[in-house]
């Protein structure tokens, strides 16, 4: 059920991204957008989902993972994140 709400909605994104999208979700700045899509690819990894349809999404959260920000927010990095 998960995976097919998110197919959906990321088709959709993705079509609306190709239109907005610079290095970041809109133009080259990281706004909410970003921050919002990041998690949702993080629990579509997290259920084996293949996201190569999506290559402006993979681009943007690829671009996002770079940044300290994002690298600190990470589940993982969390001190109560289990193994």
């Known amino acids: ?11 959709a994104l993705e079509q609306l991204l190709m239109t907005t999208a610079g290095i970041y979700c809109v133009g080259n700045e990281v706004t909410l957008a970003d921050c919002m899509l ?3 690819v993080y629990n579509a990894r997290r259920y084996d989902m ?3 349809d999506y290559p402006t999404i993979n681009r943007i959260v690829a671009n996002c993972e770079q940044l300290q920000a994002f690298i600190k927010a990470a589940p993982e990095q969390q001190p109560d994140a289990q193994p």
Not at 1 to 10: G, N, P
């Open 38 to 40: 990041v998690p949702q």
């Open 50 to 52: 293949s996201l190569e």
């Open 1 to 11: 059920w998960y995976r097919h709400w998110i197919d959906e909605t990321f088709s």
